[in-house]
């Protein structure tokens, strides 16, 4: 009788611990475990589907109770290596966690855990999907999880660990097991080929690498069902067209029309894959897991280290990383992860697609506001400034005499008394009641940076609160906002401002007013049209001026 055919990812399913693709984090850790006897009780290997969960687990298994064990090489020759890899051994039972979920199925479990293993050193149970197991079932389990007899060892895997009880979490070892990348799944899939005497190219295979997403397992599946369907010569196109998956070529030149800003190469591209069939909801997916590459790469040579991809796709993302930055990657990256989740319920796919590549080109034309203030110092540090047009000013006005300060010469839009009121106003929407131990104050002068406040001095108890470091932070910062500078507050006792504060004024003020700043003469608009700094500001926003105000 032939031989009964075996899908190849149980065929190549690994059988040691060095077979395990892509988890070497894992698998070091329990050999060193195994050698240094540091065994626990309980563990849970979690993960994606198709990574290596239950084949870790399974070897594991093997590593323990092999006649040479707890070994980290177990001999595949032994009757308890067969039957495990088999899947009958008496002392190693695999149970399904979705089948096998209630609490009656558990305590049967529970009770077969107090006999000793037949012929093995452990007793091990391997509980999969272990999350579909009821609350009712967890807790059941609780107590025998804690304190298991020395032979029993359990091993659980799910791809959902959220939805396990915390308290059965506490109780195990835990191991995340991650993506493997597509480097070396095209590794692996290639070593398969060659055994199974199958050709197949290094476009095909990076293909297949992109569609199984990181998982081992769907990467065999989908190989053994291109074997079926082409025999053994296996190339890019009979990839695309078994799973729908677009050709490298193409993403290159989706994602290059994106980047240059051809929207209308980008949109016949678009249309195109449409037209044969190509799943769009998958080509988003694709094209934000390129961009998002495409940002890893601009970050700088430590960002593409930590990239396993094939050559190819390394080689597109660095041309392109010359051709653009960080910030515009991030936006395209936006504005495509804002169309994918919505993508699934548009009524038209492709229309709905064609508007999220128009964004996203859109995006990356976009300059953020770090970038237009980085820009317009550039342009002014290059001289851009010193050509504008000068701007007619007025004579600077002439002091007068002040007994409590000596006002310095200002070049500020806006007077002192201007600056204080909105400084004083902006403190009481930060701090409300600080707002009210400001009434009645009022500039007395600048002398250098430092901006000297008067007070009535029959108020003086309002100082102390006032003057707090957090009330002066934010009347500073917004004075600077007001004055173009930098300034010092120091409130100082005035009779000069009792009057306005007093129910009843003591009589004249003895001291002058305080100096009013100069202010520049208005810009008109035809000033602003002929400076050059606002030109290039203008270019840089594509904007018009509207209307010139102070």
């Excluded at 240094?36 to 084949?55: D, N």
């Excluded at 012929?119 to 009712?136: G, N, P, S, W």
């Excluded at 500001?537 to 509207?546: D, N, P, R, S």
Aim: hydrophobic share 45%; proline share 5%.
């Amino acid at each position: 009788m032939a031989q009964q055919y075996q899908v190849l990812a149980r065929k190549w399913r690994p059988q040691q611990f060095d077979d395990v693709v892509g988890q070497e984090h894992v698998t070091t850790t329990l050999k060193n475990a195994i050698e240094k006897s540091r065994l626990a009780h309980a563990y849970l290997f979690v993960g994606p589907r198709g990574i290596g969960k239950t084949s870790t687990a399974r070897i594991f298994a093997k590593a323990l109770n092999c006649v040479n064990g707890p070994t980290i090489t177990p001999c595949d020759k032994c009757d308890n290596c067969l039957e495990i890899a088999e899947g009958r051994s008496l002392d190693v039972l695999e149970i399904d966690g979705a089948s096998n979920n209630g609490v009656e199925q558990v305590r049967e479990l529970r009770d077969t855990v107090r006999y000793a293993p037949a012929r093995a050193k452990f007793k091990i149970y391997i509980i999969d999907e272990v999350h579909m197991l009821t609350t009712q079932a967890f807790n059941a389990l609780l107590k025998t999880l804690e304190e298991p007899p020395a032979h029993v060892k359990f091993l659980f895997a799910t791809t959902e660990p959220q939805k396990v009880l915390p308290t059965i979490l506490s109780r195990c070892q835990r191991f995340d097991l991650r993506r493997i990348p597509s480097n070396l799944i095209v590794k692996h899939l290639k070593e398969i080929a060659k055994k199974e005497k199958v050709g197949i190219d290094d476009e095909a295979l990076a293909a297949i690498a992109r569609g199984a997403e990181g998982g081992l397992r769907d990467a065999e599946s989908a190989l053994d069902q291109l074997i079926a369907f082409c025999g053994n010569k296996i190339a890019e196109s009979d990839v695309l067209s078994v799973f729908g998956l677009v050709a490298h070529d193409q993403i290159a030149g989706l994602t290059n029309a994106v980047i240059d800003g051809e929207t209308t190469k980008a949109l016949k591209v678009l249309k195109d894959l449409d037209e044969i069939g190509k799943d769009l909801q998958r080509l988003v997916a694709d094209l934000l897991d390129h961009f998002r590459n495409l940002l890893v790469v601009t970050l700088g040579d430590e960002g593409l280290a930590s990239l396993q991809l094939p050559d190819a796709e390394i080689a597109l993302l660095q041309a392109q990383a010359k051709r653009t930055d960080s910030d515009a990657a991030l936006r395209i990256i936006d504005a495509l992860a804002a169309a994918e989740g919505r993508l699934r319920y548009a009524l038209s796919k492709r229309v709905f697609f064609e508007i999220a590549l128009v964004k996203a080109v859109k995006a990356r034309d976009m300059v953020g506001i770090d970038g237009v203030l980085k820009k317009l110092n550039e342009l002014k540090a290059g001289g851009v400034v010193a050509a504008a047009p000068a701007v007619p000013q007025p004579p600077p006005a002439r002091p007068r005499p002040a007994p409590v300060a000596e006002p310095a010469a200002s070049t500020t839009s806006a007077s002192l008394d201007e600056a204080w009121a909105a400084a004083v106003e902006h403190l009481g929407k930060v701090v409300p009641l600080a707002k009210s131990y400001l009434v009645g104050t009022k500039p007395l002068g600048l002398r250098g940076n430092v901006l000297l406040i008067g007070f009535d001095p029959e108020f003086a108890d309002r100082k102390e609160f006032a003057d707090r470091p957090r009330n002066i932070e934010v009347l500073q910062t917004k004075l600077k906002e007001e004055l173009r500078m930098d300034v010092t507050l120091k409130f100082q006792a005035s009779e000069a401002i009792a009057p306005q504060i007093r129910a009843a004024a003591p009589g004249p003020a003895t001291s002058a007013p305080p100096v009013r700043a100069a202010e520049p003469a208005k810009m008109n608009l035809d000033d602003f049209k002929n400076d050059l700094l606002i030109k290039k500001a203008l270019e840089i926003f594509k904007g018009t001026i509207v209307d010139v105000r102070k």
